[in-house]
């Protein structure tokens, strides 16, 4: 059985940093290309990040410059380091990959705010 775990997540002030983990198990992700998306009140869902099985990364214009998707192969996790954090990056922040499937994890909820 697939499962992506998130944790990382929490309150803190604009400006601060977080970083965010995912943990998969059953499911090997150095294979995979896995996706950062967010979730904000009364928003739409919306890819962050992403990295490739080798290491290539996209990001959302507005978050360039200050978030970083990497992997750890070994570990099987993948994080997202997130930097001179802003209140409109609150939101859910949600795990992705696809493998004959869409999976996401449960969600971890970041809240910028002072």
């Known amino acids: 059985q697939v499962q992506l775990v998130e944790s990382g997540g929490g309150l803190v002030q604009p400006g601060g940093s977080l970083r965010l983990s995912c943990a998969a198990s059953?499911?090997?992700?150095?294979?995979?290309?896995v996706g950062w998306f967010r979730r904000a009140p009364g928003k739409q869902r919306e890819l962050v990040a992403s990295?490739?099985?080798?290491?290539?990364?996209n990001y959302k214009d507005s978050v360039k410059g200050r978030f970083t998707i990497s992997r750890d192969y070994r570990k099987n996790q993948v994080y997202l380091q997130m930097n001179r954090l802003k209140p409109e990056d609150t939101a859910v922040y949600y795990c992705?990959?696809?493998?004959?499937?869409?999976?996401w994890g449960q969600g971890t909820q970041v809240t910028v705010s002072s």
């Open positions: 992705w990959t696809y493998s004959r499937e869409n999976y």
């Open positions: 059953g499911i090997i992700f150095s294979s995979l290309s």
């Open positions: 990295i490739t099985n080798s290491g290539g990364s």
